[in-house]
Structures are given as C-alpha cells and as structure tokens.
DNA sequence: AACCTATCTGACCGATCGGTCAGGCACTGT
DNA sequence: ACAGTGCCTGACCGATCGGTCAGATAGGTT
C-alpha cells in the first residue's frame, strides 16, 4: 500500500532485467530508492521475495493467456487473436519478459521463476505439437527470444523512443511472418 | 597449451553462457574441472581474465565480418552473403554470442564485453543508416536476440538434436526472410 | 646430485553478499 | 500520558566472493 514497497517493486524490476539478478545487490536497490538495506527487507521479506513481487504479476497474466490459448480451438483466426493478445502482453510486461527469458534457466530453485519457466515451456510444447517442423520450432524461440531482447535493448540498437502504437503494429507484423503457418512457403515442391 | 587451461575456457564458456557471469564462481568452475579455485588462478589471472579468455576468439571473428561488410558494397548478393557468414558464426560461437547479447548490458567495465558492445553497436548502426523503417531495426533485434536465444534454449524448447546442416538452413531461411528489404512494403504512399 | 619450471594446493585475506535483530522515530487511538 | 503500529535504521552475523601467497609435487636439464 505505501509508495515505498511499489517504488522498491519497480526499481528491483529495472535493475533484475537490466543488470541480471544475482549482479544486482540489495544494498543497490536500497541505494536507488534512497532507504536503507535494513528497509527493503522491511518490505520484502527477501531477495527472493522481492523477485517474486516484481514478477508474478506477469506470470499470472500469461498463465491467463496460455489456458485461454489451450482451451480454445486454434483456427486461424484464434491464432491470429493469441498473437495480438500476446504481442501486448510482452508489450506491457516487458522487464518481466525479459528477465524469464534471459535469466529463467540460470534462476532455477527459485519458485515463482520455475513457474515462468513451466509456462515457457508448455507454450513451446503446444506450437511444437502443432509444428513438427524444425524450422517452425526455430521461428517460434526467435520471435519469442527476439521480441524480449529487442524491446529490453532499444537504448544500444537504434530504436529509441518510438511511439508505442507503431511499436506495436510493427511487432504484430513481424510476429505474424514468423509465427503464422506457412501456407505459400518458399519450397513449394509439390 | 596444457589441456586444463583449453578444458577452464570451454567450462567457464559453459557455465558462464548458461548460469550467468556474476552467478559463476570461480569455485564452480574449478569443481567441474576436477581442480582448486587456486588452479583456475594459476591458469587464468582472474576471473575477468578467464572471461576474456573465453569470449576473445568470437569477437575478433566478428570484428572481422563486421569489417568486410563496412568497407564492402552492399548489392543485394552481398548482403545474402553476409546472411551466411553471419549464420555460421552464430552457429559456432553460440554460446559466446549468448553472452555478448543476454549479459553485455549488465557487463560493462569489463573491457572484452565493452568491445562486443561496441560490435553490437556498429552493426545495428549499420542497419539502421540502410533503413530508416522502425519496422526493419526491430527485425534486425528480433533476428539477432532470437537468433542468440533459440540458439542456446534448444532443451527448454523442443527443438533438440537436429543436424547441424538442416539447422543451419533452417537459420538462413529464417534471417533472409527476417532481414531480407522489404521491396513491397505494406506503405506504397508516395 | 642440484636446479629449474610447470602445475597444483590449502591457508588466508578483505570485501561483499543476504539476512537478523534491537531499537529509534512519528503518528494514531485511547 | 500511554501504548500500539508502521516505517526505517545501524550494528552485526555467517557465508561466500575474488584474489594472494607460500609451499608441495613432479618431470626435465645440467
């Protein structure tokens, strides 16, 4: 409820993403948010916690989507539904994105990461078994990786501060050519 | 020369890729060597040295790429033939790329990563002097992170031992179509 | 024999890590 | 005035970190 447990939220957030969890201290967070070590851990019962704290929010919201993706049917209009639905999901939790991503298989034995890595891992599954392509398996963790790299990392590429609309049309159109099923692919040999 | 020092480098490549730099210790890397930590230190002065060490080989190759695809034109024959050359390194580099692209935020100071930096830098800063589109610089990040992900994810994702030759095509395939100009892009308005 | 070098090791160091604890301070309700 | 509570702090703890150092061992050279 107070404003220091949600600033101390956002700044562990930034720092795990960009420096990496085990590279950002407690003493840093504390410093940034001008408290004491003493009082992060007054607010978040530890370093873990805090990590929690900072991620569950997106987990749960891609636990959401993922059911709803393996209840339904996955016509192509389904799909297509799921890929804006997801787009705003890596749009909004972005951080959090990237730290399951990048820092998911190095943070195992901490729970709620598990989580994210089991969600991951059932997403991977489910395009698997409807792809048993190589290369369609390949498609799906570039989009996935890329995605989370690219919107963590605009600050050292060259696409700093665009308006998000056309980050967001420009990610559903890049994502749809990766991931929708390709009807006239370049090896049309039969 | 001695093979404990070629085994430390491709361990540390390992550990370092996977579980991060800064959640390695160099205790780690000297138990799955079979060694003391002192050992490790006799054979590489320090853990930034050892760091180094294992990352050096891939950056002078891409040092080099990035050299002839400056000083070259850049005709669309050539731009495919960076494509390949570009997917070969990715391929025998994995896992120093993983590096350079998931820690090389979190690792400046460290002079070897700030040269990845830099090289990461000056290649997006030539994609984006050749394209000015938004849409194109975030396909350029989408293929490079994704590229570096899916790469080193092959386990979590589904996409285990396949054949090396039938990856790499699958990689190309995949790039071109990512990086490839867009000659009928979706806004003809001029 | 003596010597040198390469490799390896345990003991040790200061710094930093995450985490605990007792208490200070301000505010509120009684 | 008093007690309770929320927020914060410095002092402190054991563990682990990267790194140093003085040797131990082995093999080769003379």
Known sequence: MSTSSEDLRAIALGEFATAGYSATSL????????????????HFSSKEALLEAAVAPAIDRMEQILEGLESNSLAAEGRAAFLVEFVDFILQYRREVHIFINQGPSLVAV?????????????????AANTASLEEKMRFGIALGGAAYMLCTEDSLALQSAPLDETRAALVAILTGLLSPVEAPQKTED
Chains 1, 2 share one sequence.
């Open 111 to 127: 729970p709620v990461i598990d989580r994210a890595n089991d969600l991951v891992r059932r997403l991977a599954a489910f395009f």
């Open 27 to 42: 003493h840093r967070i504390a410093d940034i948010a001008g408290l004491s070590k003493s009082s992060v851990l007054y």
